[in-house]
C-alpha cells in the first residue's frame, strides 16, 4: 500500500463520502449555511442542486453529524426507477416501526411520530439524496406529506438533495404547488483553479502528507477535471498509485500527464477536458514552460 511508502494514516482521495475530509470551499461554506439555515428557520422546502461528484452526499453527511436537539432527522439515499412506496422509505427513515395495515393506518403512524416529536419541541427533517431520481407522481405525494404543516406549526420539514435535472423536474407544470412551497434553493458549483490545490493540499494534509503533489501537477489536474471534486479524487489515487510504483516522492506535472495517457488508452471513463478561456490559459503556460500541449494528450 502506498499510505505506508508516503507515511500516510489512510487514502486521502477515496471515492467514499467521508465527513472527514470535507472542505469548505466558498461555494460549499455557503450551501452549507444554506442548509442550516433551511434547518433553523424551520423552511418547508429547501432544494440543493449541483452536478455529479461535487460532494453534495458530503455535505449532508456534516449536516447530520452536528444534529441538533432542536430536530430528528430522517435521511432517504436509495431513490431510483423502482423506488416503490414512498410512505414505506418515510417510516424507515425516522425509524418509526412499519406494522402494516391499510396505507390510512400507515400514514397515521407518521403523523402521530411527527406530533410527539413536535410536542417534544424536536421538528422532523427529511433529507432526500439523489432525489432526481423521484418521479413527479412521487415528488407530488412527498408535498402532500408536508400538509400536516400548518401556519407557524412546522412538523415536518424537506430537504432535496440532487443533480441540476432535478431543478427541470421542479419546473414541470404538475408540480406547480411543489415549486411555489420551496423557500431555499441553491446550486453548487465545481471548485476554481485556485480551490482545486487547496482541496487537495486538504486532504493530504487530513492524512499527514503535505507536499505530496507540486503545484504544477494541480494545476493540470484542475485542467482535466474541471474542479470536481469526485475526479480530482480519481487523478489523485492514481497519482499516488503511480508515484509509488515509480519509487517517486511526489506526484510531478509529468505524473498527471501519465496518469491521463494511461486513463484515455485503457480508462473506463476516459478525462475530457473542458475548452474555456480559463483552460486555454493553463494550456498555454503548460506549452510554453514545459513544451507539452495538452490539448494533444
Known amino acids: 500500500m502506498y499510505t505506508s511508502y508516503f507515511g500516510l494514516s489512510k487514502k486521502p482521495f477515496s471515492l467514499t463520502s467521508d465527513a472527514d475530509f470535507l472542505y469548505l470551499s466558498p461555494p460549499h461554506k455557503k450551501a452549507l449555511s444554506i442548509l442550516e439555515y433551511g434547518l433553523m428557520s424551520q423552511a418547508e422546502f429547501t432544494v440543493i442542486t449541483g452536478q455529479i461528484g461535487l460532494g453534495k452526499t458530503t455535505l449532508l453527511q456534516r449536516v447530520l453529524k452536528t444534529e441538533s436537539d432542536e430536530y430528528i432527522v430522517g435521511l432517504i439515499t436509495n431513490t431510483h426507477a423502482a423506488f416503490g412506496d414512498l410512505l414505506s422509505w418515510v417510516l424507515a427513515a425516522f425509524n418509526i416501526k412499519d406494522k402494516g395495515g391499510s396505507e390510512a393506518q400507515r400514514y397515521q403512524l407518521l403523523v402521530d411520530f411527527l406530533r410527539h416529536s413536535y410536542a417534544n419541541q424536536r421538528r422532523a427533517v427529511l433529507i432526500i439524496d439523489e432525489a432526481q431520481n423521484m418521479d413527479i407522481a412521487t415528488l407530488e405525494e412527498l408535498r402532500l406529506l408536508t400538509n400536516i404543516n400548518s401556519g407557524s406549526h412546522i412538523l415536518l420539514q424537506l430537504v432535496l438533495v440532487g443533480h441540476p435535472e432535478l431543478k427541470d423536474k421542479l419546473r414541470d407544470p404538475r408540480l406547480i404547488q411543489f415549486a411555489q412551497r420551496i423557500s431555499i434553493e441553491f446550486h453548487l458549483k465545481p471548485l476554481n483553479f485556485v480551490e482545486t490545490e487547496k482541496y487537495i493540499n486538504h486532504r493530504l494534509e487530513v492524512v499527514g502528507g503535505m507536499g505530496l503533489f507540486?503545484?504544477?501537477?494541480?494545476?493540470?489536474?484542475?485542467?482535466?477535471?474541471?474542479?470536481?471534486?469526485?475526479?480530482?479524487?480519481?487523478?489523485?489515487?492514481?497519482?499516488?498509485?503511480?508515484?509509488f510504483a515509480d519509487d517517486e516522492k511526489q506526484a510531478t506535472l509529468e505524473t498527471v500527464i501519465q496518469v491521463v495517457q494511461e486513463n484515455k488508452t485503457d480508462g473506463i471513463l476516459p478525462l475530457v477536458a473542458q475548452k474555456n478561456e480559463e483552460n486555454e490559459k493553463i494550456r498555454q503556460l503548460v506549452l510554453k514552460s514545459n513544451g507539452i500541449d495538452l490539448e494533444q494528450l
Open 214 to 243: 507540486t503545484s504544477a501537477a494541480c494545476t493540470v489536474i484542475y485542467y482535466f477535471t474541471g474542479g470536481v471534486p469526485r475526479l480530482i479524487n480519481n487523478i489523485c489515487e492514481l497519482c499516488l498509485v503511480f508515484t
